[in-house]
């Protein structure tokens, strides 16, 4: 089964600094998405960056990059410029993409409660 | 265009009682999940219907729920006699297909007294 890790409870940074957030995760698959979600005070999960496992260039969106690492299972999240809005639980996520009648269902990380400092 | 929709927001239950949540979801989106939240955990998968057939049933987590989109569009999660520890945010995403993105509604806090 594969399972997501943050190990990060929560963060801090200061306005317009840059912060990473960490995230591993465990599959015997080789394809496979891995997603960073925003979830502000009004719990709507909102997509922040996805990354494709056969891609070898890291995505960006915006101040929202990734690191991913596929042979170390790493999957982290830089934001650039840190804005007062960026604060919230940032989730990772890991989804299969296997064919036939699978799920592929979401599996989410415990997740990191970033504040950003005035 | 209008995104995924839940209601109530909030529900508070006595211990024991029946309750009943609903997600309406994304026109047009075949695929629809239901995720439980704890407090302070990351949502975890309960179960998935394609258009009107709920394909996977695994992550329920007893026999005192249950899932049900019977015209293949809004959905309702029913909890029957709750307990303490169903307390949780419930959380509904629809997805054009089963691979595309999912977007998730606000939720609905479930807190069981």
């Known amino acids: 089964a594969q399972t997501v890790t943050q190990s990060q409870p929560e963060m801090s940074v200061q306005e317009a600094e840059t912060v990473t957030l960490s995230c591993t995760y465990d599959?015997?698959?080789?394809?496979?998405?891995l997603f960073w979600y925003k979830q502000p005070p009004s719990r709507q999960m909102i997509l922040v960056i996805r990354q494709e496992a056969y891609k070898q260039q890291n995505a960006t969106e915006n101040r929202f990059s990734v690191n991913f690492q596929k042979a170390a299972k790493s999957f982290s999240l830089k934001i650039s410029d840190s804005q007062l809005g960026d604060a919230a639980m940032y989730f990772c996520a890991y989804r299969s993409v296997r064919g036939g009648g699978a799920t592929n269902k979401l599996i989410f990380g415990t997740g990191t409660l970033l504040a950003v400092q005035p | 265009g209008a995104g995924v929709s839940q209601s109530p927001r909030y529900k508070v239950a006595k211990r024991g009682q029946d309750v009943a949540l609903r997600c309406d979801p994304i026109?047009?989106?075949?695929?629809l999940f239901w995720y439980q939240q704890a407090l302070g955990q990351g949502p975890e998968f309960l179960t998935y219907f394609q258009n009107e057939a709920q394909l996977d049933k695994s992550g329920l987590p007893s026999d005192r729920f249950f899932a049900e989109r019977p015209e293949g569009s809004v959905s309702t999660l029913k909890i029957q006699r709750t307990q303490q520890e169903d307390s949780a945010v419930y959380l509904c995403a629809s997805s054009f297909t089963r691979d595309s993105e999912q977007y998730f509604g606000p939720g609905t806090r479930l807190t069981v007294t």
């Open positions: 026109s047009g989106h075949v695929s």
């Open positions: 599959t015997s698959e080789s394809d496979y998405y």
